[in-house]
């Protein structure tokens, strides 16, 4: 019987190390990537109609504005560069911006406002180089809050302009 048990524990730590070995993310030749590697992987790869709010379009990060403002701050400003950059980089990706506000106003009004943000992220993305004909933009002003909460640290979250990539 300890014979047996021991056999049946052998072969639960076989099984167990496979599936761990079988975890790591492997590049397109099979190699095994781990740690910042994995992670450099990772911050190239998206997902078509993935979007930057569930971190599926690749390096390109959601930017946040001020309460009723659709002016670039300091911090969306670096942000846009890095998504620039990388929308130079892969010249085929094309994207749509999409401005959001949080639940305060109208909706005639944060409509308004939800292009003025898409706008602004727009053209500071032409400025830098990128192809406006591959840039699209659309408002869903309050509509598509992505934190639900009635205080500030949520509607913060909601007044913001994320991508999505129609085209890859």
Same mark, same amino acid.
């Not at 400025?127 to 598509?144: C, L, Q």
């Given at each position: 019987?300890?014979?047996?048990? $021991?056999?049946? +524990?052998?072969? *639960?730590?076989?099984?167990?190390a ?14 095994s ?11 190239? *790869?998206?997902?078509?109609?993935? &979007?930057? &709010? ?6 390109l ?11 670039l701050?300091? +911090?969306?400003?670096?942000?846009? $560069?890095?998504?620039? +950059? ?5 010249? $085929? ?6 401005g959001h ?25 032409v400025?830098?180089?990128?192809? *406006?004909d591959?840039?699209t933009?659309i ?7 992505? *934190?639900?909460?009635? &205080?500030? &640290?949520?509607?913060?979250k ?11």
């Amino acid at each position: 019987m300890k014979s047996f048990l $021991k056999s049946i +524990s052998t072969v *639960a730590v076989f099984v167990l190390a496979l599936s761990f070995y079988g975890c790591a993310s492997q590049d397109k030749k099979g190699e095994s990537l781990t740690g910042s590697d994995a992670a450099a992987k990772d911050a190239t *790869a998206f997902d078509l109609y993935g &979007d930057s &709010d569930n971190s599926k379009a690749g390096a390109l990060k959601t930017v946040y504005f001020d309460f009723n403002s659709s002016t670039l701050t300091g +911090s969306t400003e670096e942000t846009l $560069k890095g998504n620039a +950059s990388f929308l130079k980089e892969n010249n $085929k990706v094309k994207v749509q911006v999409e401005g959001h506000c949080d639940e305060r106003g109208s909706i005639q009004y944060n409509l308004a406002l939800g292009e003025r943000r898409a706008k602004s992220v727009k053209d500071y993305l032409v400025a830098s180089g990128v192809n *406006a004909d591959r840039i699209t933009t659309i408002s869903y002003g309050k509509e598509k809050p992505i *934190a639900m909460g009635q &205080d500030e &640290d949520s509607w913060s979250k909601n007044r913001r302009g994320n991508f999505v990539v129609t085209e890859k």
